[in-house]
C-alpha cells in the first residue's frame, strides 16, 4: 500500500519538477518557482518516509527476525546510512 502511495506521489514530483523548470526557462517570478519547488520537495519527503516505513515493517523486521547475524549488522547500517542521508 505504502508503496502505492509512494509512487503516486513520485509521479507528482516529477510532474512538478517539469513544471518548475518550464517556470524557470521563462524566467517566472522566484516566489512562484520556490513555493513549486517547496511542493516538490514534500511529495518526494513524504514518498520517503512511506518508503522507509514500509521497509521498517517488512525487509527489516525480516532480518531482525531471523538467526543471521551478519544480515542483522547489515540492516542496521543500511537504515543508519539512509537516515544520516536523510536528515543531510
Do not use: P, W
Not at 518526494?44 to 527476525?65: N, V, W
Amino acid at each position: 500500500m505504502n508503496k502505492e502511495k509512494a509512487l503516486i506521489n513520485f509521479k507528482k514530483a516529477q510532474s512538478l519538477l517539469k513544471k518548475i523548470i518550464g517556470m524557470v526557462e521563462n524566467d517566472e517570478y522566484c516566489i512562484d518557482i520556490m513555493q513549486q519547488n517547496l511542493a516538490a520537495l514534500g511529495l518526494l519527503r513524504s514518498a520517503h518516509e512511506m518508503l522507509f516505513e514500509g521497509h521498517l515493517k517488512t525487509c527489516f523486521k525480516s532480518a531482525m527476525e531471523s538467526k543471521q547475524e551478519a544480515k542483522k549488522k547489515k540492516m542496521i547500517e543500511e537504515i543508519l546510512r539512509v537516515t544520516k542521508l536523510y536528515n543531510k
